[in-house]
């Protein structure tokens, strides 16, 4: 277990609203990648944080960004949020600094967008 | 981009049978391959993971295979239980960004 914690666990936000997610873990991962999982899709990569500095972004508009802090926790930033960001988002860390290390998935946020 | 095809969508098989569960991937700059299982209400899971120097792995009743010149890689689960059911994922990718497959369902009845 690599003890990554995100909170909330659920949230309901309303269409046009802004919307912050949390993920810390035990120890210092220094790469937290985001994840975003509609129902009965796998995970789409959002972005990844290495040392505070966005290092990767898939394929999402602006209006999805982050931060990552020394502690390296991190948050997730949704504004003007729409209806299909309905899903579960999914914070991932690497047990270990090396490129292409394994990423573990913490329980996630599951957002509903009314 | 890269794009990760996963086939079949949903698979059923007895107690004791094994699952295969096979993906495609078009990036060949793509050099690691995880399988992920995620139950009902959970996180995905790591079970297995490849990278693209190696062919074979297996670890007690799972394997995957890598065919890097066809681009596809495959999960085989042996001798397969009830608490083997679950939806797995495969995903391909270099470094962070791994891309996934939509998924299979995977049903193991008794």
């Known amino acids: 277990e690599t003890g990554v914690t995100q909170s909330p666990t659920h949230l309901i936000k309303t269409r046009g609203q802004q919307v912050t997610l949390r993920c810390s873990s035990q120890?210092?991962?220094?790469?937290v990648s985001w994840y975003q999982q509609a129902l009965g899709q796998g995970p789409q990569f959002i972005f990844q944080y290495y040392r505070e500095e966005e290092n990767g972004r898939g394929n999402f508009p602006p209006r999805f960004s982050g931060l990552q802090f020394p502690n390296y926790s991190s948050e997730l930033n949704v504004n003007a949020l729409e209806l299909d960001d309905s899903a579960l988002y999914l914070c991932?860390?690497?047990?270990?600094?090396?490129?292409?290390?394994?990423?573990?998935f913490g329980n996630g946020t599951r957002l509903t967008v009314t | 981009g890269e794009n990760v095809e996963q086939h079949p969508s949903t698979l059923s098989v007895q107690e004791g049978d094994s699952a295969v569960i096979k993906c495609t991937y078009s990036?060949?700059?793509?050099?690691?391959f995880p399988w992920y299982k995620q139950e009902l209400g959970k996180r995905p899971q790591l079970i297995i993971d490849?990278?693209?120097?190696?062919g074979e792995k297996k670890d007690q009743r799972i394997a995957v295979t890598l065919n890097k010149t066809a681009k596809h890689f495959s999960l085989h689960i042996t001798e397969t239980q009830p608490e083997d059911s679950a939806v797995y994922f495969c995903?391909?990718?270099?470094?962070?960004?791994?891309?996934f497959g939509k998924g299979t369902s995977l049903l193991v009845t008794p």
């Open positions: 991932a860390v690497q047990a270990e600094s090396s490129y292409n290390s394994p990423l573990h």
């Open positions: 490849i990278r693209s120097n190696v």
């Open positions: 990036d060949s700059a793509s050099n690691y």
């Open positions: 995903a391909a990718g270099t470094g962070y960004a791994l891309n």
């Open positions: 120890s210092g991962h220094n790469t």
